[in-house]
Structure formats: structure tokens, C-alpha cells
């Protein structure tokens, strides 16, 4: 486990919301001291995080779905938590999902924020705890399974394909 998910686990504990889903993401920002703001920006950009001292924007994309906002406020506050040094991050928010540029660590921090995002807001222990206890009975699809973990963690599908598959508890199609 990286700094990325250990820092997530630190501060699900100190916000005390470590042991239910789904994650509430806006209160973990106001715990940091975070205004999340939403905006209609360009459809290419999922969010920003602004730091001006102890001020601190996440601005997220009003026209994307909720559940993406949420992933995309989890995903700023990744690099507030992680990225000290970078007054101004702009980004395109992907989950985290291993492709040729991440494998390569191309660009580290935005592979860190995407693993911060996904332990947040999926932690290891209840997405594996969740999956094995669906995965007993044989007659429910890995389809159904997805979706009803994305459901009860409040994140997209694709979110939670990639989180099974980066927990081994699912193989990559």
C-alpha cells in the first residue's frame, strides 16, 4: 500500500467515517478547510483546486453527474492531502485505472491523487469485505455485483470495476 492510500485511511479515521458507505466527501473537504464550489466549466475539465494560504477552492464541474463530482472532489483533495508544493492543479480526472501513460509514472501525481480518490471513497477493507460476502452467492453476475457495490459506495460503475480489479477481486476484461 502506497502514501496515496495510507493517507487516505488516516484521514477516513480522523473524520470517523472509516467503517460506513457511502463516504460524505463535502465533509471531509470542510474538515480540511476546503470550499467545494460548483461550476460549468469546459467538458474536457472535471474539477481545480485553488490554495491561496489557508483559503482552499475545490471548483468542480456542475455539469458532470453527481457521482463523478463526488470522485472529482475525492481526486482534489488527494493532491491538497499529498501535493503540498503545487499552488494551482488543473486536471482532467480519470479513476484510477493502470494504462500505458500511469504505468510508465508519467505523471505520479495524478496517479496518487486517483489512488487517494479511490481508497477515500472505496476503502480496501469494506470494498473487499462487501465483495466477498456477494461473491458467496454463485447465482449473482459480476455485472450485478459492480453495480450494486457502486450503488451502496455512491460512485460509478466504472469506478468500482477498476477498484475490484486493482483489489484482485475481479479479473480485467
Not at 475545490?58 to 488527494?78: K, L, M, P
Not at 499552488?87 to 509514472?105: E, G, I
Not at 455485472?143 to 460509478?156: C, K, M, N, P, T
Amino acid at each position: 500500500m502506497g502514501k496515496a492510500e495510507t493517507e487516505a485511511m488516516r484521514l477516513l479515521a480522523e473524520t470517523g467515517q472509516s467503517t460506513q458507505a457511502p463516504v460524505d466527501i463535502e465533509a471531509i473537504a470542510r474538515h480540511l478547510g476546503a470550499q467545494v464550489v460548483q461550476e460549468r466549466l469546459d467538458r474536457s475539465v472535471s474539477g481545480m483546486l485553488y490554495r491561496d494560504g489557508d483559503h482552499v477552492v475545490i471548483g468542480v464541474n456542475s455539469a458532470h453527474v453527481d457521482r463523478r463530482r463526488r470522485f472529482t472532489v475525492a481526486h482534489e483533495i488527494g493532491h491538497l492531502v499529498l501535493h503540498k508544493g503545487r499552488p494551482l492543479v488543473l486536471d482532467h480526472v480519470r479513476v484510477n485505472f493502470r494504462d500505458a501513460n500511469s504505468s510508465t509514472a508519467s505523471d505520479l501525481e495524478e496517479i496518487q491523487a486517483n489512488a487517494f480518490a479511490a481508497e477515500v471513497l472505496m476503502p480496501r477493507d469494506q470494498v473487499i469485505a462487501s465483495a466477498k460476502r456477494l461473491l458467496e452467492d454463485r447465482t449473482i453476475t459480476e455485472a450485478a455485483i459492480v453495480e450494486y457495490l457502486a450503488q451502496g459506495f455512491d460512485v460509478s460503475d466504472q469506478a468500482m470495476e477498476y477498484r475490484l480489479i486493482n483489489l484482485g477481486l475481479r479479473r480485467q476484461v
